[in-house]
Nanobody, 124 residues
Framework: QVQLVESGGGLVQAGGSLRLSCAASGRTFRAYAMGWFRQAPGKEREFVAAISWSGAVTYYADSVKGRFTISRDNAKNTVYLQMDSLKPEDTAVYYC?????????????????WGQGTQVTVSS
């Protein structure tokens, strides 16, 4: 089992940047695909980005492609989401996710483990 703790959320103006971090417990972090999802008020939770255990394979939602970058540091048991050129429609609670299967599976089926979420608010 893995526990996930997000940090780095906050309030930013449109066009600005934020970097989210997710610290994972457990010695098997490097065996998990990791990802980020988000949920805006009144909307369903949606996929944002995922990364394979090695970091070699990444996936992005079309809405964030070219603006967001997911990365991981297996030595620090941490996954990151660099968010640039933020838009008001990016406002949501962002959740870190982990899964022992592939990043592709996480994107299509959903993860086994969730963090508690961190709020990101983008003002216009």
């Amino acid at each position: 089992q893995v526990q996930l703790v997000e940090s780095g959320g906050g309030l930013v103006q449109a066009g600005g940047s934020l970097r989210l971090s997710c610290a994972a417990s457990g010695r098997t972090f490097r065996a998990y695909a990791m990802g980020w999802f988000r949920q805006a008020p009144g909307k369903e939770r949606e996929f944002v980005a995922a990364i394979s255990w090695s970091g070699a394979v990444t996936y992005y939602a079309d809405s964030v492609k070219g603006r967001f970058t997911i990365s991981r540091d297996n030595a620090k048991n941490t996954v990151y989401l660099q968010m640039d050129s933020l838009k008001p429609e990016d406002t949501a609670v962002y959740y870190c996710a982990a899964d022992p299967n592939t990043a592709q599976a996480m994107r299509t089926i959903g993860p086994n483990y969730w963090g508690q979420g961190t709020q990101v608010t983008v003002s216009s």
